[in-house]
């Protein structure tokens, strides 16, 4: 940690030697002078000469065996130049592995080899000279599927004689483990009262309106391949494409352009980045694909499943320890498996000083589709299940529910904090949060209003959940169950800056542009570096890896304010360090009274601003006027520099951070259910919201709301629903409920500002706090609402449907039958 | 193969199809106009919404070779003139309406006809009237912000 902060230190201490003069203001995006033009140009409006493009057949059956498979009548259709199945890719790639998984199987290829897991797995492709054409020919593909014994649950999975989804691994229990955590023992033997519950999570997901693009061209004249993908994590996805399809790293140039959203979904793509390059490279020419919604609809998702929980509660509402054990059906995708429950349970305690607990978890392989980090990954289900016993606690002890957060709460004088777990909340004060909550909800005159309308005979309630939102992932944190060291550990980033040519301040953070406002933060952020205005920095919204990278590069995680500035700021400070050394050197002036301003360096004479001489000049003379060039400096002016948040601990099971910053939030829902069809709606919400220093007030509040939307899409009306044979009946937006601007409630933001002493400019996470807040606090709210009923929520969606089955044979609900007639 | 000859952004375009082919791949392939998207296929979210005579349409939810004669609009011809940005497009980005921006057409063209043929509107009409265009990012009360912005300023422009 002390020598962590003395490089933080040293960086913001150069940083503020520029003038502070757009970090920290509402400055319109950059970006969006594009956007709003229909310019921005995302992946599928790229085209390659002599474009070609490509369509999947996928699998109609959850867990089949495939027989046999015609393409014979596809190959015969016109303008059909390549089919490939499940037989060329055994003989062309090598199969995934498991990333956290202990057992790892053999027979999963990026297309299916000999059988389907789940229904939409692609099963052979198709390449031809127009989308219609590629889609025709997909259709035209005969498969003969012997159908499987299907495993449609947890449950089914684990019983004696079920059907294994994969074989060669003897079980459909890829991976468990369990930690503990203090002496939890002890704490259930001190209990005044225990309270137990089984806690659900649906299958849902977040559901980018641009779905998987790529488009790929292997030149064979350079045995290059050039792919432009809508990728998430593109440092990992030509790491993969390697492993898969076998051409080397080093001959993978990967480009991203904008994405239009991202949510964790597009970390998944890398599958089909391998198979259309393959494809490109069996037929020579650039290959398209662009997914349907149907297709993206298919997976991947969040796994559903359910954790037992168990609290020892002190009669005064002190949380003495917790018992969790967590159930995921997430394992027919092996490859991430295990991520959500790894994730979540370091941060299980949430903003609360619990110090004993045990955490179990389990990772089951079902014909359920494949799962991706979806945003937040575990951290929503996590806060969920928290903050629901937090509500059981209450109600089991009969005290107040917003008390037993705060008797619970880590006290402000305790940060930083390092929980049971080793993870260390560098920055926070969650006491606070909750007293402004309070306050900016109105809660007491809610109370007071809600105490009214039930008079009226209404249903309205309130719900109040406080959750932290850990960002920047230590990775490798998914060998905590597994020997041998991770691919990939740590956490840091890398970025580009440079004064091109012209003497225009260009800067690349080498990651993807996902629509979090990267290009207009980091603008801000460096322009103040360099003295000069936003709309003068060039931030490029390309990721392409020719510029440095790491191998897990991507914009994931909420990572982006610390690692991505981190490294913008290395670069940054860098190159400003060059510049001030060559024109000190050629100017014959002390460094020390030089500083940058409005793209000159500047000395001051009598307090007055002098220019001495232009970026402009300086750049002509850096990249090519080399006779009087000083002596050890090298010519250029761009930096290509890494940063690595260095509070990264080595994985020990005694004593690990899964995360580095943990922002929080409380949110407070108010809802009315309405008894004539159960509908829901939030009559007001209200949060604060704890992301450290914010550098633009806009972004920031706008990634506030819209997680917070995409939560109450979890808490209310999504779910993807499978049949018995495993049939997802969930493959468009009219079968898939989406919240639209009738649903989404008006939403009140306080930004709080606890900076990050780990950071460089003490940012932290920002994009998912709504989506892990939400969902109890909704469901705390209907549960209020429907107190009279005597209902208990611990699962979502909260449909009508499902609120009509809890309260159909109450006496609440005979009363007010009765009193309708 | 059939010739489709229509008018979008008060340019006369005449392109052979495919009888098949939906309006807003013409658009898009055909025609090189990339601003008008594709978010579901099915009609539901907007992203792909024009203005045909002044009108919303979802452009995936009909051929191109229907669309023989019309008067179109997509978000290409918004910019009242080179460099000058429409109310829509002005109101938007001072309300950070967009956050990937993949949906921002879809919803400008919705405002674009929304703010000329309303009384001036809650918050409530808006939300109600915006139901068939999704956005996956913003939660959607910027993009209110910004509808109601964009009609204020329409209003003004009309005093």
Known sequence: MTSQKSSTESLVLQSEKGTKQNVGKRVPRIEDLRIVKGKAGYTDDLEMADQQYAAFLFSPYAHARIISIDVSKALELPGVSLVITGKEIKELTKPMSSRAATKSPTSHYILAVDKVRYMGEPVAAVVARNKYVAADAAELIEVEYEPLKVVASIEDALKKDAELIYPEL?????????????????????????????????RYASTPLETYVVNAYYDPTREELTVYASDQQPGRTVQSVERTIGIPSSRIHLIVPPVGGGFGYKLAIWQYVALVSLMSKLVGKPVKWVQTRTESLYAFHRPRGFMDAEFALRKDGKVLGMKLVDWQADANWPYVAALYSLIKFANMSGTYEIRNYSFEYHCIAT???????????????????????????????GIDRVKIRQINSVPADKMPYT???????????????????????????????????????????????????????????????????????????????????????????????????????????????????????????????????????????????????????????????KILNIASSLLRENKEDLYLSNNYICKLDDDQEKRLVGLKELAKISYGRLLSFPKGEEPGLKVTAGYINRTAKPFVRSDFNVQLTHSNSVHVCFVEVFPENWNIKILDYAIVHDAGNVINPGIVEGLAIGSTVSGIGGALYEEFVFDEQGTNLSLNFGEYLKPTAMEAPEIRVDQMESPAPNTVL???????????????AVAGAVEDALKPFNVKITGLPITPEKIWNMVKDTPEYKRIKKEGQ | MVTVNLKINGKQYSEETEPRMLLVHFIRDVLKLKGTHIGCDT??????TILWDGKPVKSCQILAVQAEGANIMTVEGLEPEEGKLSIEQESFRENFAQQCGYCTPGFLMMTRYLIRNNEEMTREEIREKLHGNYCMCTGYQQIVDAVQDAQRKYFATKK
Request: charged share 20%; aromatic share 8%.
């Open chain 1, 762 to 776: 003490g940012t932290k996470a920002v994009g998912e706090g709504g989506a892990i807040t939400s969902l109890a």
């Open chain 1, 170 to 202: 003897g079980t459909n229990e890829m991976i468990t483990d369990h930690f503990e955590f203090g002496d939890v023992k002890k704490a259930f033997s001190e209990a005044d009262k225990i309270v137990k519950e089984r806690i659900r999570i649906q």
């Open chain 1, 367 to 397: 014909n359920d589709p494949p799962i991706v980090q979806d945003r937040g990954v575990g951290k929503p289900f996590m806060a969920f299940a928290l903050e629901r016993m937090m509500d059981f606690s209450a109600q089991a002890l």
């Open chain 2, 43 to 48: 009609g539901h979210c907007g992203a792909c």
């Open chain 1, 419 to 577: 929980a049971g777990s080793g993870e260390v909340y560098e920055s926070g004060n969650y006491p606070e949060a909750i007293r402004r909550a309070l306050e900016h909800s109105q809660f007491k005159k809610k109370l007071e209003e809600q105490a009214k309308l039930r008079k009226e005979g209404r249903y309205v309630g309130i719900g109040i959940a406080t959750a932290i939102e850990p960002g920047t992932s230590n990775l490798g944190y998914y060998f905590l169950s597994k020997a041998g060291d991770p691919d990939y550990n740590g956490a840091g980033q890398m970025a580009t800056v440079e004064v091109a040519a012209d003497g225009i301040v260009k800067v690349n953070m080498n990651g993807p542009e996902i629509g979090t406002g990267h290009v207009t933060t980091i603008a801000q952020v460096v322009a103040d570096v360099f003295g000069i205005s936003t709309e003068e920095v060039n931030v490029d919204a390309w990721y392409d890896s020719v510029h440095g990278h790491l191998t897990y590069a991507g914009t994931y995680s909420n990572a982006f304010n610390d690692v991505y500035l981190g490294a913008v700021m290395t670069a940054a400070n860098q190159l400003k360090d």
